[in-house]
């Protein structure tokens, strides 16, 4: 089967394309096109001469259709991702998450695609209303990200519902690991204590979170998203596992074997109705259909990802909030 991963070149995205490459899939990479013809991580990647890379844009139809037109299967994760960014400019995101996704519903209806795998977010069920939070529960988005990610996935569910297009959402708890930018909490941690600093910046420290490897997350993604019971429906990817931002950033200081102490910085607060105070997963669904389980432990993925860090450091401006 021929895939393509729209995205591919961000942090899943990644991980994603070189799983599917690693299990003998025909991959294409959606990447967003610049004018260096950057591929993101997929430059560095070791199975770069085995993807076929494509340059466009998800806002842009005509790039979309032409990418999708010799494709089986799509895995769709391109999108805008950073919350504090989406306060800032609300429209992007409905440009890029709501549009694009559109565009990629909307080309695979008209080619008669096989399987289209839409990438959702637990942040759209804001601040649990009951735990573990399973498929049923309701939506409450409180960014403009999860408003947009939302308004994707009930696009994509009314393309199964109104066409038959065979769509699939997957719906990742918070997912890290190597490769992930400093927009988000561990990098943030991480990459401020190996730069030396003797205090690091957070926000809000009470917020739990359900934290999922990222190659957990993309084996996720292949096992539930290709799976034929799957059609038409959501599924969480979860550890059903939460820690607070407080004791995650007291677990990695004593990984990295540093003494910092931790801060609030104001400016990485989110609005106080904006905040999701709490997101635990109940992924049986997943499981029970499909067999899929996280592998990796928190402590020991956050190894590797402070390892990763350590070698990649260069990557990381600690001195700034990377919105």
Same mark, same amino acid.
């Given at each position: 089967?021929?895939?393509l991963?729209t995205?591919?070149e961000?942090?899943?995205?990644?991980?994603l394309?070189?799983?599917l490459?690693?299990?003998?899939?025909?991959v294409?990479g959606?990447?967003?096109?610049?004018?260096?013809?950057?591929?993101g991580w997929?430059?560095n990647s070791?199975?770069k001469?085995?993807?076929?890379?494509?340059?466009?844009?998800?806002?842009?139809?005509?790039?979309?259709?032409?990418?999708?037109?010799?494709v089986?299967a799509?895995?769709?994760?391109?999108?805008?991702i950073?919350?504090?960014?989406?306060?800032?400019s609300?429209?992007a995101?409905i440009k890029?998450?709501?549009?694009?996704t559109?565009?990629?519903l909307?080309?695979?209806?008209?080619?008669?695609i096989k399987r289209?795998?839409?990438t959702s977010?637990?942040?759209?069920y804001?601040?649990?209303?009951?735990?573990?939070?399973?498929?049923?529960h309701?939506?409450?988005?409180q960014?403009?990200?999860?408003?947009?990610?939302?308004?994707?996935?009930?696009l994509?569910?009314?393309?199964y519902?109104?066409?038959g297009?065979p769509?699939?959402?997957?719906?990742?708890f918070?997912?890290?690991?190597p490769?992930?930018?400093?927009?988000a909490?561990?990098?943030?941690?991480?990459?401020q204590? *190996?730069?030396?600093? #003797?205090? $690091?910046?957070? @926000? +809000? =420290?009470?917020?739990?979170?359900d934290?999922?490897y990222? &190659?957990?997350?993309?084996?996720?993604?292949?096992?539930?998203g290709?799976?034929e019971k799957?059609?038409?429906?959501?599924?969480? *990817?979860?550890?059903? #596992?939460? $820690?607070?931002? @407080? +004791? =995650?950033?007291?677990k990695?200081?004593?990984l990295?074997? &540093?003494k910092?102490e931790?801060?609030?910085?104001?400016?990485r607060?989110?609005?106080?109705?904006?905040?999701?105070e709490?997101? *635990?997963?109940n992924?049986?669904?997943?499981?029970?259909?499909?067999?899929?389980?996280?592998r990796?432990?928190?402590?020991?993925?956050?190894?590797e990802t402070?390892?990763?860090?350590?070698?990649?450091?260069?990557?990381f401006k600690?001195?700034?909030?990377?919105?």
């Amino acid at each position: 089967m021929k895939v393509l991963v729209t995205g591919s070149e961000g942090f899943i995205g990644s991980h994603l394309t070189e799983q599917l490459v690693e299990k003998g899939y025909d991959v294409k990479g959606f990447v967003r096109y610049n004018s260096d013809n950057n591929w993101g991580w997929l430059e560095n990647s070791k199975y770069k001469k085995d993807i076929e890379v494509y340059t466009g844009d998800l806002r842009d139809f005509d790039s979309v259709y032409d990418a999708v037109k010799d494709v089986e299967a799509v895995f769709h994760l391109g999108a805008l991702i950073a919350i504090p960014y989406s306060y800032l400019s609300p429209m992007a995101y409905i440009k890029t998450n709501v549009e694009g996704t559109y565009n990629v519903l909307e080309a695979a209806r008209k080619i008669g695609i096989k399987r289209v795998v839409q990438t959702s977010t637990s942040e759209i069920y804001g601040t649990a209303q009951y735990v573990p939070i399973d498929e049923k529960h309701p939506y409450n988005p409180q960014s403009p990200y999860a408003a947009s990610k939302a308004s994707a996935d009930h696009l994509a569910l009314s393309y199964y519902r109104s066409f038959g297009t065979p769509v699939t959402i997957v719906r990742p708890f918070n997912t890290y690991g190597p490769r992930q930018s400093a927009r988000a909490i561990i990098p943030t941690i991480i990459s401020q204590i *190996l730069a030396g600093k #003797k205090q $690091i910046k957070l @926000g +809000n =420290l009470n917020p739990t979170r359900d934290l999922n490897y990222v &190659k957990d997350t993309a084996a996720g993604f292949l096992e539930v998203g290709l799976n034929e019971k799957t059609i038409g429906d959501v599924y969480n *990817l979860g550890t059903g #596992k939460e $820690i607070s931002i @407080g +004791n =995650l950033a007291e677990k990695i200081i004593k990984l990295t074997g &540093k003494k910092v102490e931790i801060i609030t910085d104001s400016q990485r607060l989110r609005p106080e109705k904006s905040e999701v105070e709490r997101l *635990l997963s109940n992924s049986d669904k997943s499981r029970n259909l499909t067999g899929w389980v996280p592998r990796y432990t928190l402590e020991e993925g956050l190894l590797e990802t402070i390892e990763w860090i350590k070698n990649n450091l260069h990557y990381f401006k600690t001195d700034i909030y990377n919105v």
